[in-house]
């Protein structure tokens, strides 16, 4: 009898034993399993900030707006938004397809010569009495605005002796509309990527009277149609399904516009294609060399389209460019170098200035220590050291104290004589520049 009791007394002992040792293996694997998810957790926190404002679910990304010269239209820029666009713009105003801005801070890098600035550390002063701004580090970039003598700028930059720092918020600039709708709304979900934004294409190609186009319906070449231009009514007649308005709508409207057409009855599942052989002509008048119709292509642009006409005389007034469309002035105020893409029909002019001569003003003339004195044809953009490019370059006893330009103004007899002037001055039509030589 006691051995009995006994062995039950052992065998309890045993039994808590195991169920102590399987409690201990359960905890085990419960922290094995949880650990990985503890890590991942951490890693993530410490990406984010102990202070962000905002937890993983919430974590915000901010798009991209392109800026662009209020002038020109040329893209300077793309600006990474810390906030709301509005928050960033002082002053705004629509014009078209475009919304002319300034900033409250500054916010768009530029760059200047850094011949003409006086650095003390991070911080630069212009020491000319002027000088050109530009939208990348080289003399051939289009000048956005101008520094006048004596102002600061923070340097964050610096590339082919120029120094890139972030434009005044005073100065204008411009934003696409179209572009501009898709970057107002804040991005919260943090499953998308900055790469997987993008802006929906409103500039698709719209058809009009003149364009011709094909049609082509897959398994039935007797419905198809080649070369068909479009005409005044903007209504083209295809097989089967008659006349079809096709005017003012892009390439896929008119797919499905015909191939609801021809599901009613005619074809079962349709599937076609519809293409653009030809656009209508863009139209050039002014102050070019040659004025008339030339041949649109997609991405023409006002720079390629003037030099389709032979480029700008320089009676050619700056930033003088309108675009006509359907009758309507859709831009205004471009230069000839713009990037601005234009649309199949427009009207491009561009305004003579008056008082400037094409034959009597279109030269400028270069004499002492140059390689090669004489007579150089004018172009906009030209400064006293482009002018001595042309003329070969300095020669050895040149002194670049030493130019001077001889400039006609307002018609007076005697020329006005600038003295010790800036390589960076801009020339005129009719300048005469002297360059003197040194004593050494």
């Keep these: 009898m006691i051995m009995l009791v006994r062995v039950r007394r052992y065998f309890r002992v045993l039994q808590n034993l195991l169920l102590h040792a399987w409690h201990a293996i359960a905890i085990v694997v419960v922290i094995n399993a949880m650990l990985p998810l503890s890590i991942q957790a951490a890693e993530l926190r410490e990406n984010i900030g102990d202070d962000d404002p905002h937890t993983v679910e919430e974590a915000v990304v901010w798009p991209v707006v392109s800026v662009y010269s209020s002038s020109s239209k040329q893209k300077i820029a793309d600006i990474a938004l810390s906030s709301t666009l509005e928050d960033l713009i002082s002053e705004s105003k629509v014009v078209g397809d475009w919304r002319l801005v300034r900033f409250l801070k500054p916010v768009v890098p530029l760059w200047v010569s850094a011949d003409y600035m006086q650095r003390e550390g991070k911080v630069a002063r212009v020491n000319a009495s ?4 530009r939208i990348a580090p080289n003399l051939g970039a289009r000048v956005i605005g101008r520094l006048l003598a004596g102002t600061s700028v923070d340097i964050i930059g610096e590339e082919n002796g120029f120094l890139k720092f972030l434009a005044p918020g005073e100065w204008q600039f411009a934003l696409r509309v179209d572009a501009e709708k898709a970057v107002l709304q804040s991005i919260t979900s943090n499953q998308i990527a900055p790469s997987q934004i993008t802006v929906a294409d409103v500039t698709e190609h719209r058809l009009a ?3 011709t186009i094909s049609l082509k319906v897959f398994g039935e070449s007797e419905l198809s149609a080649a070369a068909v231009r479009i005409p005044a009514s903007g209504r083209v007649s295809f097989p089967l399904i008659g006349s079809t308005q096709v005017a003012g709508l892009s390439v896929k ?17 349709p599937k076609l294609s519809v293409t653009i052989d030809a656009y209508r ?8 060399v040659e004025t008339g119709a030339f041949p649109f292509t997609e991405g023409l642009t006002i720079a390629k389209a003037i030099a389709l006409a032979g480029g700008a005389k320089n009676s050619a007034k700056p930033d003088g460019i309108t675009i006509t469309r359907d009758g309507a002035i859709v831009q205004s105020g471009l230069s000839s ?9 427009d009207v491009i002019t561009l305004v003579e200035e008056f008082g400037v001569s094409e034959a009597s003003t279109s030269y400028i003339y270069l004499h002492g220590e140059v390689k090669n004195p ?13 002018a001595v490019v042309l003329a070969g370059g300095f020669t050895l006893r040149a002194s670049k104290r030493k130019i001077s330009v001889a400039r006609t103004v307002d018609g007076q007899e005697q020329p006005e004589r600038l003295k010790k002037v800036k390589l960076h001055l801009a020339v005129q039509p009719g300048d ?9």
């Design 253 to 269: 409207q008119v797919e499905q516009a015909v191939a609801t057409k021809l599901a009613q009855g005619y074809v079962r599942n």
């Design 432 to 440: 005469i520049i002297r360059v003197g030589a040194s004593w050494l």
């Design 130 to 133: 002027r000088l050109n701004a």
């Design 281 to 288: 002509p863009i139209f050039i008048r002014g102050a070019v």
């Design 374 to 386: 004489g007579e150089y044809e004018y172009r906009r953009g030209l400064t006293v050291e482009k």
């Design 209 to 211: 009277p003149g364009d």
């Design 337 to 345: 170098d713009s990037d601005y893409e234009v649309a199949s029909g």
